[in-house]
């Protein structure tokens, strides 16, 4: 039986477009996904990032509906896996830089902060494996590439596996072939997943238009050893998967 696994993107909620993120989640729906992974960078929490302190943003006091959206977001789309990411990691860095005295408070560690113990959702701190010879990571544990694509394929030449990841915001598959006289034994694939962000949105006017971000999320069809995965852009208001378009 062929499995399907649904990676989505980062979505930085607040700063998610949620009409997208509704389309994706019907899709999820529809095609009833045996796994659905996410590569992190779900929740931005910009009034604890290194960007606000010592501003007006670290006393905003709305964290905790940031925080409510990101598990209705967590519940809309199912999800089973989230991958450790920058993002994430502003929690722990936050209080052990600031307060280290309440880091060994559960409530104050991604996974009881977020909710994801009581929904018995993996927190993955490691590579993540999806598949035979893939494996899930965030994309920032490797120098970015301006060129899309090409971050997640040195992370794959890097692990010698096929990798999918977020972080750079871009959408590119680029595969590495090993051959041995004249046959191809291993194909490493590097798969960016794009993103699902509202670029109007406050959190990114500092990208002035420079930004080469493309929306999109990422499938990966399993047959056995056999591992297809599969970009899927959003285009407009819209993405096609199998021939269904979906819009908003």
């Known amino acids: 039986m062929m499995r399907r696994i649904v990676i989505v993107p980062d979505l930085q909620v607040p700063y998610q477009n949620m009409k997208a993120v509704r389309a994706l989640a019907q899709f999820i729906e529809d095609s009833q996904p045996d796994q659905v992974v996410c590569v992190g960078d779900l929740i931005d929490m910009p009034q604890i990032s290194q960007w606000t302190k ?3 943003g670290e006393h905003t006091r709305d964290l905790h509906r ?13 999800i089973d896996v989230i991958s450790r990411a920058n993002h994430e990691d502003r929690l722990y860095k936050s209080v052990s830089s600031r307060l280290p005295g309440l880091m060994d408070l559960p409530e104050l560690q991604i996974e009881e902060f977020l909710g994801l113990n009581e929904r018995g959702i993996v927190y993955a701190k490691e590579p993540y494996k999806l598949a035979p010879n893939w494996y899930l990571l965030h994309g920032d544990e490797s120098t970015q590439s301006t060129k899309s694509g090409m971050t997640a394929s040195n992370l794959s030449q890097k692990l010698s596996a096929s990798v999918a990841i977020g972080h750079t915001h871009k959408l590119g598959l680029i595969p590495t072939s090993h051959m ?5 034994t291993r194909t490493d694939w590097g798969f960016e997943v794009g993103c699902i962000l509202d ?50």
């Open 180 to 184: 041995i006289g004249g046959k191809i």
């Open 66 to 78: 940031h925080r409510q959206q990101a598990i209705e977001v967590i519940d809309m789309l199912k």
């Open 54 to 56: 010592g501003s007006a």
């Open 199 to 248: 670029f109007k949105s406050i959190g990114f006017r500092y990208m002035k238009g420079m930004a080469n971000w493309t929306p999109g999320f990422g499938q990966l069809l399993v047959d056995g050893p056999r591992v297809t995965p599969v970009p899927v852009p959003i285009i407009g208001r819209s993405f096609t998967v199998e021939g269904e378009t979906y819009k908003w």
